[in-house]
C-alpha cells in the first residue's frame, strides 16, 4: 500500500514533467509569441497573430535558409502570466521574442530579453518608457510611441479649432502621465482645459462624467480611456448624442473592431490610428489582398502593425547572412523600411524606436464590402512633427 | 497513518531532487518551481482552512503582498534576498493578522465573503490609489535573485536550489506543526469549535493564530515567485488566485499534508499539458474540476485513504 | 436630481444582476460564483436573439429562458450531489462552471466583442432637470421596479413562494408535508439563472459584451447582496440603492475614490452587522 502511495505519486510527478520541456531540433528560425489570446485583449492579441502570420507567409516560412518555427503562447490578459511564458520560451532557445499588447507586460518581457540577450520586437505597446527611460539594446518598436500619440492628439485639436476640451481620463499611471503632457501641449496652442475627472478602469457608468462634460461648456472631449471602457463610455455616451454636442476624440478610441461593439453609436468619433488598411502604399496592397484571402476579413490596425514590424524584422535578419543575434540587432537599429505598409519606417539607433507618419481617422458607416463601421483616414501627420529628434 | 505522511512527503522531496537531477533543462525547472512554490502556498492556506476549518477566500492578498514586500526590500531597501524573504513572511503574517481580526467574528460563508471583500480592497488600493509603490497595474519588473556565495542565480537552475530548501523546509515545518500540540488543538478547533472552547482552548486565538502562520507562509510562496518571474505584480492580488489555491487545497485534498501538494502538481501539469494539446484547456480544466469534486469528496490523496 | 435619476438606473442594474445570486443563496445556501459567467452568458444569448429575431424584446424573453433551461441541467448535475457536503465543494463546482461557460461562449461566439441596441423608442435622450438622460435608463429604472415588484409579491404573497421559503427554512420538514425538495431547488436555481439572463439581456445596450464582462460584476454583486444580507431580496434592494448612489454621486465629486468608497460602505456595514443590515437572524449557513 505504501509503496503504492509514493509509487503513483512520484510517476505522476516524473512523467508530467519530462512530457513539459521537450527537446528541440536546432535547425529552424524560432520565434516566440507572447501574446494575450484570451481575457480582455484576446481580440487585440489574436489580430497581431493573424498579422504576422500573413509576414511569415509572404516568406514561405522561411529565413535564412530555414524554417521558421512560431511558438505562439497564450498570456491570458495577464502580466504574470506574460512573464511565465516569455520565461519558458527564452528556456527553449528562441530567437526572437515577439510581443506584448500591455506596456506593463513588455516592459516586465524587456528585462527578460535584456537579461538572456534575444531580440524582441514590440509592435503595440505605446509606453514611452520601452523606448525612453527603461529602453534596452534588445527590444525595438515598430509602432506608434504615447509621445507620438500625444502629438497627434494635440495636433487634431488645434486643426480642428477646438478652443475647450474636457478630459475624462482613466485612472492609471499611464493615463495620468499621457493627459498631463496632453494638457502642457494644448496650453502652448491656447486651447483651454474645461475641466477633467479621473475614473477608475472599469467603471460601468459614465453617465454622470459625461453630463459633466457637456454642460461644462466645453467643444471637445478627450477620452483617455482603455479596453472594455472604451466601449462602454462610447455606448452610454452615444445615447446621450454626446458626439453631437463636442467633438469626441482620444488614442485609440475607435476603429473597426471597437466599431463592432459599440456599433451605430460609433459614427462621428476621432481617433488616432496606428495603421488602416486603406493606405495605398504597394506593400499594403498586397498585405491587404493576402490578408483577405486567408481570413475573409479586412486587417485591423493590430494586425498591420503586427505584419509590419515582424516582416521588417526578418527581413532585416535575412540580410545579414548569418546567425549572431548582437549582427541582428546592430542591423535592425540601423535599417531603413523605404517601403512599409504605411511608407517609410526608420529606426532610430539612439532609442530603438521607429519613426513614422501618424494617422487620425473619423468613424463613418461602411458600404459595400466594408465593416458597418469604418474608419475614414481625415488626418496624416508627417514623422517630423511628431518625434524630437534624439538626443 | 503518520508514517505514510512521511513516507509521501519524503517522496515527494525525492521527486523534486531528482528533477534537478535528471532533468536540468530549464523548460522543466521553471515547470518545478512554479509547482514548488504553488505548493508552498497551498501548504499554508492548508494550515488555516485544513486544519483549522476557516474558508478564506482572500489568500491573494498575503501572496501578492508577500511579493511587494520582498520586492520593496530587495529594490528600494536594497536588502538581500534573505532578508526580502523574511519581509515578506512578516508582511503577509501581519496582513493576515488584520483579515483574521475582522473577519473571525464571523462564521462560515461569511467568513469567507469577508476575507474575499478585504482581499479585493487590498487588491484595490495597491493598484489605484498606492501606484508609486505598486507600479500601478504594470507592476514592478526585475525583482530580484539572491546574489550569495557568488553564485549566478539568475540561472534556473541554481535558483532551483533554492526553491527546493524553501519548499522541503515548508513541507517539514508542516508536517510538524499537524503533529505538534498547536496542530491537535488546531484540528480540535476544526472538528468542534463548541467542545474545544469548552475544553478550556481559546478558539478566537487559535484561529488568529492559524490565520497568521497561514499568512507567513503566503507571503513567503509570493516572494518566491516574485523571483522566479523576477516581476512583482498586482495580478497576484487578485480573487482568482485566492479561488486558485482553494482549488488546489480542495482537489489534492485538504486537511493532508500532501494532498494540497498533488492539488498543485494536477492543476499546473493539466494548464502545461492540456494546452500542448488544444485551445480549450480551460473549459476541460473546468470540466475535470466539477468531475473531481462530484466524485473524488476527499480529493486525490482520499484515493488512497478510501482504499485503505 | 439628475444624478438621482442616473443613480436610480445604476441602481436598478445592480439589482437585477444581483437578485439571482442572493435568491440563489437565500434558498439554496450556495454562493453561485458562476453568477457573472451566467449574466456573460445571457448578454451573448441576447444578441444572437437580437440578430435572429431583429429586436431587442425576443432576446429579453429568449435569453432568461435558455438562461433558466441552463440552470436546470446545472443544478441537476452539479449541485444536487453536493447540497450535504461542506461550502467549499460548491464553491469549486460553481468555479469549476465559470471555467466551462467561458470556453463554450469562446467557442461559439469567438473573441470579438458583440452590441445589443437599445429597442426603437427607447433610443436616444429627454431632457430631464436640465441633463439629458437616456430613455433607456428610464426603461431600466421601470423595468427594474418590475422585477422587484414580482419578486416581493411571488415570494411573499404567493402559495408557490410559501413552498419556496418552507423548503429553504426546513428541508426535511417541507419534505415530510410532502413537498418536493429536489423540485423546489432545481426551479429555484433556474429561476436565479433566468435572472443572470434578464440582467446580461438589460446591460447589453449599456455595457461591453465580451468574455471577461462576468468577471468584473460578480464582485460587484457580491458587495450589493453582502451589504443588503445575503439570500434577502429586501436587503438586495437596499445594497443596490445604497452602491448605485454612492457611484452616481461620488462621480459628481470624486470619480478616482468611488471604487474606495464602495468597498469602505462594504466594510463599515460589514463591522457594524455582519449579517448585512437585513438579515433578520445570524445564519450560519
Not at chain 1, 489570446?37 to 535558409?65: C, H, P, Q, T
Amino acid at each position: 500500500m505504501r509503496m503504492r502511495v509514493s509509487g503513483i505519486a512520484a510517476a505522476t510527478v516524473a512523467t508530467l514533467m519530462a512530457c513539459v520541456g521537450p527537446a528541440m531540433a536546432q535547425d529552424s528560425f524560432k520565434i516566440g509569441g507572447v501574446l494575450p489570446l484570451s481575457g480582455a485583449f484576446g481580440i487585440v492579441g489574436e489580430n497581431m497573430r493573424r498579422g504576422a502570420v500573413i509576414a511569415l507567409e509572404e516568406r514561405d516560412n522561411k529565413v535564412l535558409g530555414k524554417p521558421i518555427q512560431v511558438i505562439w503562447e497564450d498570456s491570458e490578459t495577464s502580466t504574470q502570466v506574460a512573464v511565465q511564458k516569455t520565461t519558458r520560451l527564452l528556456s527553449q532557445g528562441v530567437h526572437t521574442i515577439f510581443g506584448e499588447v500591455s506596456s506593463g507586460s513588455t516592459l516586465a518581457m524587456m528585462k527578460l530579453t535584456e537579461q538572456r540577450k534575444v531580440p524582441h520586437i514590440v509592435t503595440l505597446s505605446a509606453d514611452d518608457r520601452i523606448t525612453g527611460a527603461d529602453k534596452t539594446r534588445y527590444a525595438f518598436r515598430t509602432s506608434n510611441s504615447v509621445a507620438m500619440e500625444n502629438a497627434m492628439i494635440g495636433e487634431f485639436a488645434r486643426r480642428q479649432k477646438i478652443a475647450k476640451v474636457y478630459g475624462i481620463v482613466a485612472d492609471y499611471q499611464v493615463g495620468r502621465d499621457m493627459w498631463t503632457a496632453l494638457k502642457a501641449d494644448l496650453a502652448t496652442k491656447n486651447i483651454a482645459i474645461a475641466g477633467e475627472d479621473f475614473t477608475p478602469i472599469g467603471t460601468k457608468d459614465y453617465s454622470i462624467l459625461l453630463d459633466k462634460a457637456s454642460k461644462s461648456g466645453a467643444d471637445g472631449l478627450m477620452l483617455l480611456v482603455v479596453g472594455g471602457d472604451v466601449v462602454t463610455s462610447l455606448k452610454q455616451g452615444a445615447d446621450v448624442g454626446i458626439k453631437d454636442k463636442m467633438k469626441v476624440f482620444g488614442t485609440m478610441l475607435m476603429d473597426e473592431t471597437l466599431g463592432q461593439a459599440v456599433g451605430p453609436g460609433s459614427i462621428g468619433i476621432n481617433s488616432t490610428l496606428r495603421y488602416h488598411f486603406t493606405e495605398r502604399s504597394p506593400r499594403n496592397q498586397k498585405f491587404v489582398a493576402a490578408y483577405r484571402a486567408k481570413y475573409n476579413e479586412y486587417p485591423s490596425q493590430y494586425a498591420g502593425e503586427a505584419y509590419d514590424g515582424l516582416s521588417w524584422w526578418l527581413d532585416t535578419v535575412e540580410t545579414t547572412g548569418g546567425w549572431d543575434k548582437e549582427k541582428w540587432v546592430d542591423a535592425f537599429a540601423n535599417s531603413t523600411r523605404f517601403d512599409s505598409v504605411e511608407g517609410v519606417k526608420k529606426m532610430r539607433r539612439c532609442d530603438n524606436q521607429a519613426s513614422q507618419i501618424g494617422l487620425f481617422g473619423t468613424a463613418v458607416a461602411g458600404t459595400g464590402e466594408l465593416p458597418p463601421v469604418t474608419m475614414k483616414i481625415t488626418e496624416t501627420f508627417g514623422a517630423e512633427t511628431l518625434f524630437k529628434p534624439c538626443s | 497513518m503518520i508514517a505514510r505522511e512521511t513516507l509521501a512527503a519524503l517522496t515527494l522531496g525525492a521527486v523534486a531532487l531528482s528533477v534537478r537531477l535528471l532533468w536540468p533543462d530549464d523548460g522543466t525547472l521553471y515547470f518545478a518551481m512554479l509547482v514548488m512554490i504553488w505548493s508552498i502556498f497551498a501548504l499554508g492556506y492548508d494550515i488555516s482552512f485544513g486544519l483549522t476549518g476557516l474558508l478564506s477566500f482572500g489568500h491573494a492578498a498575503f501572496f501578492g503582498m508577500g511579493a511587494y514586500a520582498a520586492a520593496w526590500t530587495m529594490q528600494r531597501g536594497g536588502a538581500g534576498f534573505g532578508t526580502g524573504l523574511a519581509a515578506a513572511m512578516l508582511m503577509g503574517a501581519v496582513l493576515a493578522l488584520a483579515f483574521a481580526a475582522l473577519a473571525t467574528r464571523v462564521s462560515g460563508l461569511f467568513f469567507a465573503l469577508m476575507t474575499l471583500m478585504l482581499g479585493e480592497l487590498v487588491s484595490l488600493i495597491m493598484t489605484t490609489r498606492l501606484r508609486g509603490l505598486s507600479g500601478g497595474v504594470d507592476g514592478l519588473p526585475g525583482v530580484p535573485r539572491p546574489d550569495w556565495f557568488g553564485v549566478d542565480f539568475f540561472e534556473n537552475r541554481h535558483f532551483y536550489w533554492v526553491v527546493l530548501a524553501l519548499f522541503l523546509l515548508t513541507l517539514l515545518a508542516c508536517g510538524l506543526l499537524r503533529r505538534s500540540p498547536l496542530g491537535q488543538a488546531l484540528l480540535a478547533v476544526r472538528q468542534n469549535p463548541v467542545r474545544a472552547g469548552q475544553l478550556g482552548l481559546d478558539v478566537a486565538l487559535h484561529r488568529l493564530i492559524a490565520v497568521t502562520v497561514s499568512g507567513a507562509f503566503s507571503g513567503l510562496a509570493g516572494a518566491l515567485l516574485a523571483g522566479l518571474m523576477m516581476y512583482a505584480g498586482p495580478q497576484t492580488l487578485g480573487w482568482r488566485i485566492s479561488g486558485d489555491v482553494v482549488i488546489m487545497a480542495v482537489l489534492g485534498g485538504s486537511g493532508t499534508l500532501i494532498g494540497p501538494v498533488l492539488g498543485v502538481v494536477l492543476v499546473e501539469a493539466l494548464r502545461e499539458w492540456l494546452s500542448l494539446y488544444t485551445q480549450h484547456t480551460y473549459g476541460l480544466i473546468g470540466l475535470i474540476i466539477i468531475l473531481c469534486t462530484l466524485y473524488l469528496p476527499r480529493g486525490i490523496a482520499g484515493l488512497w485513504k478510501a482504499r485503505a | 436630481m439628475s444624478t438621482l435619476i442616473i443613480g436610480l438606473s445604476i441602481s436598478m442594474l445592480l439589482f437585477l444582476l444581483a437578485a439571482g445570486l442572493t435568491l440563489i443563496f437565500g434558498m439554496l445556501g450556495v454562493i453561485n460564483f458562476a453568477h457573472g459567467a451566467l449574466y456573460m452568458l445571457g448578454a451573448y444569448l441576447a444578441f444572437q436573439a437580437h440578430a435572429t429575431f431583429g429586436s431587442f424584446w425576443p432576446a429579453l424573453i429568449v435569453s432568461p429562458l435558455c438562461l433558466a433551461a441552463a440552470g436546470l441541467a446545472i443544478e441537476r448535475l452539479t449541485l444536487r450531489p453536493l447540497y450535504p457536503r461542506t461550502h467549499e465543494f460548491q464553491l469549486l463546482a460553481t468555479f469549476g462552471l465559470i471555467l466551462v461557460i467561458e470556453e463554450v461562449v469562446r467557442v461559439v461566439w469567438g473573441l470579438d466583442y458583440r452590441h445589443l441596441t437599445p429597442p426603437p423608442g427607447l433610443t436616444g435622450s429627454v431632457a430631464l432637470f436640465g441633463s439629458d438622460i437616456a430613455r433607456y435608463r428610464l426603461f431600466v429604472i421601470g423595468f427594474g421596479a418590475a422585477v422587484i415588484a414580482a419578486l416581493f409579491f411571488g415570494i411573499e404573497r404567493t402559495k408557490l413562494g410559501l413552498v419556496l421559503r418552507a423548503a429553504s427554512v426546513n428541508p426535511t420538514m417541507a419534505a415530510t408535508l410532502g413537498i418536493d425538495v429536489n423540485l423546489v431547488r432545481s426551479l429555484v436555481f433556474a429561476l436565479g439563472a433566468g435572472l443572470a439572463g434578464i440582467g446580461g439581456t438589460i446591460a447589453g445596450p449599456l455595457l461591453p459584451i465580451q468574455l471577461s464582462m462576468g468577471f468584473t460584476i460578480i464582485l460587484d454583486c457580491f458587495i450589493v447582496v453582502v451589504i443588503g444580507g445575503l439570500g434577502n431580496i429586501k436587503g438586495a434592494v437596499f445594497g443596490a440603492l445604497l452602491i448605485g448612489m454612492t457611484r452616481a454621486f461620488g462621480q459628481l465629486y470624486a470619480p478616482e475614490w468611488i471604487d474606495i468608497a464602495t468597498y469602505v460602505v462594504l466594510l463599515a456595514v460589514l463591522l457594524v452587522r455582519p449579517q448585512g443590515l437585513f438579515a433578520a437572524k445570524e445564519r450560519l449557513a
